[in-house]
Structures are given as C-alpha cells and as structure tokens.
C-alpha cells in the first residue's frame, strides 16, 4: 500500500525516535533500580538530579516522538480504521502533554534545586515514586499511552506492513490496568515494567513498516 512521502518520513523519524528513547529509558530505568545513578535503588528510590536527568530527557523525546508515529498511522490505514486511529492519536496526545510537563519541570525547574539543596517551598513538585502529585501524573499518562497503544494497534490489524506490530501494540495496551492502578497497588510496577519490552519492538516493527511503504 503506498502512502506519500510525508507520511512515510514522519513514521520513519517518529517509529525510530520512539524505539530509540524508550530502549534508552528501559536501560536507564534498570541502571536507577540498580543504584547506578545514585539513588538508594529499586522501583520506590527518588531520583537523584543525575538520575532525573538520565531518566527523562528521553521520556521527554518520546512523547513528541510517539504522537507523530500515531499521526503517521492515521494517515497511513485505509479509510475505514481511520477513526479508531485518530482515537489512539487523541490519547497519544494527551499522554505526550501531560508527561511532557512533568518532564519539562523536573528537569528545568527541580534537579537544579534538588542539586543545590534548596527544596523548601517545591515539595509539591518533587518526583517520589508513589508518594507525589507529579507521579501520580506520570502514571496517568503512561495509561493513556498504553491505551492509545491498543488502539493503534486496533488500527493497524489488517495493514499488510503495519500490522506485523500489532500484537506488541495490543500486549502494550494490556499494561493499561497496571500502569492506571500503581498509586494504589505499587507491586504492579513488576507487570507494568514488561512496557520496556513491548512498546520498544511495537516501536522498532513500526519503523521497519514504514521503511518498507512505497511513497506514491
């Protein structure tokens, strides 16, 4: 199936950006559990400003990233799955603004203060895992991106190139629950960690899909 050439580029940069930022978080998140950033290690640890900065940067590129692989998707399908992808880009969207901010401020605004000590009056914005404003947020967004991963891949099912992902789209929405519950059962961290494997090859299939599309 052939699709222009904008399409076929903004899938490209977007699939790769996004295969790319999450294997590099997926790695940096293991190295934090590990205590290689400084932290006291595992999943409840807060961040040291390293470990803000190492952990986040590609979070933050892979919010961007990740919503322009769903545009890509709703320009590539036929007509008929148009909808539910342009659903999955909504979701995406929402996922990308919200973590996006958490991001932006944590490592513009908090690690320089964590760093030099001065915290008083930032409470509300610290990073703790489980035991703050912002995670809570981070949580909600990862949701919304693990969902509007399930319907991407909804939308790809069928797609002769697109639709190899699919099953790593539908496994990456499955961790929906576990992402949505972890304020209140933090265990399901261990479920919800199963993302680093699973969104990363949804990602990099996509991007081999879109290297394989005919611009026409």
């Given at each position: 199936?052939?699709v222009?050439?904008q399409?076929?580029?903004?899938?490209?940069?977007?699939?790769?950006?996004?295969?790319?930022?999450?294997a590099?978080?997926?790695?940096?998140?293991?190295?934090?559990?590990?205590?290689?950033?400084?932290?006291?290690?595992?999943?409840?640890?807060?961040?040291?400003?390293?470990?803000?900065?190492?952990?986040?940067?590609?979070?933050?590129?892979?919010?961007?990233?990740?919503?322009a692989?769903?545009?890509?998707?709703?320009?590539?399908?036929?007509?008929?799955?148009?909808?539910?992808?342009?659903a999955?880009?909504?979701?995406?969207?929402?996922?990308?603004?919200?973590?996006?901010?958490?991001?932006?401020?944590?490592?513009?605004?908090?690690?320089?203060?964590?760093?030099?000590?001065?915290?008083?009056?930032?409470?509300?914005?610290?990073?703790?895992?489980?035991?703050?404003?912002?995670?809570?947020?981070?949580?909600?967004?990862?949701?919304?991106?693990?969902?509007?991963?399930?319907?991407?891949?909804?939308?790809?099912?069928?797609?002769?190139?697109?639709?190899?992902?699919?099953?790593?789209?539908?496994?990456?929405?499955?961790?929906?629950?576990?992402l949505?519950?972890?304020?209140?059962?933090?265990?399901?961290?261990?479920?919800?960690?199963?993302?680093?494997?699973?969104?990363?090859?949804?990602?990099?299939?996509?991007w081999?899909?879109?290297?394989?599309?005919?611009?026409?």
């Amino acid at each position: 199936m052939a699709v222009s050439i904008q399409t076929r580029t903004l899938g490209l940069w977007g699939a790769g950006a996004s295969a790319l930022c999450s294997a590099a978080y997926t790695i940096a998140q293991l190295g934090e559990w590990l205590g290689w950033l400084g932290s006291a290690g595992g999943p409840g640890a807060q961040s040291t400003p390293l470990g803000i900065m190492v952990l986040l940067l590609p979070s933050l590129i892979l919010g961007p990233a990740w919503v322009a692989t769903l545009a890509a998707i709703a320009a590539a399908v036929p007509r008929g799955a148009k909808g539910v992808a342009l659903a999955a880009l909504a979701l995406g969207s929402m996922y990308a603004a919200l973590t996006g901010l958490v991001y932006f401020v944590q490592i513009t605004f908090v690690a320089p203060r964590l760093a030099g000590g001065a915290v008083t009056g930032i409470e509300l914005l610290l990073f703790v895992p489980y035991r703050s404003f912002l995670f809570a947020i981070d949580l909600y967004g990862y949701s919304l991106m693990c969902a509007s991963a399930a319907l991407a891949g909804w939308a790809v099912h069928g797609h002769a190139a697109l639709g190899r992902a699919r099953l790593w789209l539908w496994l990456t929405g499955l961790l929906t629950p576990a992402l949505a519950l972890q304020m209140t059962f933090p265990w399901l961290i261990w479920a919800g960690s199963l993302w680093g494997v699973s969104f990363p090859l949804a990602s990099l299939l996509l991007w081999r899909s879109f290297a394989e599309l005919k611009p026409g």
